[in-house]
């Protein structure tokens, strides 16, 4: 009967230790963690007719012009009242 005993701990044992390392086996890997990156800033397109008369807010923008460079602008408004700038972004450019 005793070695019943010892049979049936044994038996146990083995199969919870069987099923745990089945069990660890199936653990998922770490993930990278989630690195969450900005949409880039929408372009606005100047139209005309072009502002004539723009407030005085300070609200800076980055404009492009048609050569191709760039200026940070008081405002979108100012920004388009210039007939070289073609669009521009909601932030002052960097430096």
Same mark, same amino acid.
Not at 26 to 39: F, L, M
Not at 48 to 76: I, K, S
């Given at each position: 009967?005793?070695?019943?005993?010892?049979? +049936?701990?044994?038996?146990?044992?083995?199969?919870?230790?069987?099923?745990?390392?089945?069990?660890?086996?199936?653990?998922?890997?770490?993930?990278?963690? /989630?690195?969450?990156?900005?949409?880039?800033?929408?372009?606005?397109?100047?139209?005309?007719?072009?502002?004539?008369?723009? #407030?005085? +807010?300070?609200?800076?923008?980055?404009? #492009? /012009? +048609?050569?191709?460079?760039?200026?940070?602008?008081?405002?979108?408004?100012?920004?388009?009242?210039?007939?070289?700038?073609? /669009?521009?972004?909601?932030?002052?450019?960097?430096?």
């Amino acid at each position: 009967m005793k070695t019943l005993n010892v049979q +049936n701990r044994l038996t146990r044992t083995s199969g919870f230790l069987f099923i745990s390392v089945v069990l660890s086996a199936c653990e998922k890997p770490a993930e990278e963690p /989630h690195v969450i990156t900005p949409p880039p800033l929408a372009v606005e397109r100047c139209t005309d007719p072009r502002p004539e008369l723009c #407030t005085m +807010n300070y609200d800076p923008v980055c404009a #492009t /012009h +048609n050569n191709g460079n760039r200026t940070t602008e008081a405002n979108n408004c100012t920004a388009c009242a210039t007939a070289t700038v073609e /669009h521009y972004s909601m932030e002052a450019c960097a430096e």
